[in-house]
């Protein structure tokens, strides 16, 4: 079967820094998704990773290791505004996308 | 641009009633989709349409019609809600990918909507 798992609950501190993990195990791998969803919101974009290696994006970064089925979306300089819940997808064989159950990611002052 | 937009927000259904819920996107955006959201799982893909006049089942089609007429519209439609299909709905929409670099267009999602089926 396809699986995403990553932690359902993370606690950060404003300023700090923070990396939600995702492991997979789909048939096939065309790329790998992070997207943000705050509460009662619809899902937005924040990266693809389809090489090995990290992406750099301003104060997100996403990492992917293929062999290893792992990546890790880090966020640095954390804003309150960052609380939110954060979604690990994989674009499988037939150009699917299979979802984890999201990360909920909680800001303290 | 509105982008992707969902009619209606919020429904509340008794058993065995049915409804349709409307995606428009002004994108031109050939494939659309429809998700269910419900606690604790990941988004779970129902049906999906590579372009007008095509659609698809997709992980979880069980109760649930599409068509998509026209390019912009993409319409699911419950025959007979279920408590089961409470739920929360996102329909997205994504351009075909580039073919190039290995790169893939991401998909663009609508506000959601609701569902409450009693």
């Known amino acids: 079967g396809q699986n995403i798992d990553q932690p359902t609950e993370m606690t950060a501190t404003e300023g700090a820094i923070v990396q939600i993990n995702c492991t997979y195990q789909?048939?096939?791998?065309?790329?790998l998704f992070w997207y943000q969803q705050h509460a009662g919101e619809a899902p937005t974009f924040l990266s693809y990773?389809?090489l090995d290696g990290l992406e750099e994006k301003g104060r997100f970064s996403s990492f992917l290791s293929r062999s290893k089925g792992y990546s890790y979306l880090l966020l640095k300089e954390l804003q309150m505004k960052d609380s939110a819940s954060y979604l690990c997808?994989?674009?499988?064989?037939?150009?699917?996308?299979?979802w984890g159950a999201g990360t909920k990611l909680i800001i303290k002052p | 641009n509105a982008g992707v937009t969902q009619t209606p927000k919020f429904r509340v259904l008794k058993t065995g009633q049915s409804m349709t819920l409307l995606c428009a996107q002004d994108m031109n955006h050939e494939y659309m989709y429809w998700y269910r959201q419900d606690p604790g799982m990941g988004l779970r893909l129902i049906h999906y349409s590579v372009g007008e006049g095509t659609t698809a089942k997709g992980e979880v089609p069980d109760g649930y019609n599409v068509s998509r007429l026209k390019k912009q519209n993409f319409l699911l439609g419950l025959e007979s809600a279920a408590p089961s299909q409470t739920s929360v709905y996102f329909c997205?929409?994504?351009?075909?990918?580039?073919?190039?670099?290995?790169?893939?267009?991401?998909?663009?999602f609508g506000p959601g909507t609701r569902l409450t089926v009693l």
């Open positions: 997205a929409s994504k351009p075909p990918s580039p073919g190039t670099g290995g790169e893939v267009n991401e998909q663009f």
């Open positions: 789909t048939s096939g791998f065309n790329g």
């Open positions: 990773n389809v």
């Open positions: 997808a994989v674009l499988d064989s037939n150009y699917q996308l299979i």
